[in-house]
Nanobody, 117 residues
Framework: QVQLVESGGGLVQAGGSLRLSCAAS????????MCWYRQAPGNKQRELVA????????RLADSVKGRFIISRNNAENTVYLQMNSLKPEDTAVYYC??????????WGPGTQVTVSS
């Protein structure tokens, strides 16, 4: 089992910045993938925002390229999402997902990000 704790959400004005953190604990292993998803109000599906694997390969959704940066500290099993130039359409609950070496998914409880116009 892997446990995830997210932090860093909040209310920010458009154009502002926030940094989300997700710390993983438990049987994390050395081969894994850490991801950020978001679910906007009224949407049933979660949107993939960013991913980063254990060797530093990253992927960002087109909607956040140039504004968001994903990074991680492998020693602390923590992934970060630096969100800059935030827009009202970035408002969502942001979820951290951990994929272990056996491709099992673990989800965090989510953290609310609200961007006011």
């Amino acid at each position: 089992q892997v446990q995830l704790v997210e932090s860093g959400g909040g209310l920010v004005q458009a154009g502002g910045s926030l940094r989300l953190s997700c710390a993983a604990s438990g049987r994390t292993g050395s081969i894994n993938l850490m991801c950020w998803y978001r679910q906007a109000p009224g949407n049933k599906q979660r949107e993939l925002v960013a991913t980063m694997n254990h060797i530093g390969m990253t992927r960002l959704a087109d909607s956040v390229k140039g504004r968001f940066i994903i990074s991680r500290n492998n020693a602390e099993n923590t992934v970060y999402l630096q969100m800059n130039s935030l827009k009202p359409e970035d408002t969502a609950v942001y979820y951290c997902k951990f994929v272990d070496g056996s491709l099992t998914d673990f989800w965090g409880p989510g953290t609310q990000v609200t961007v006011s116009s």
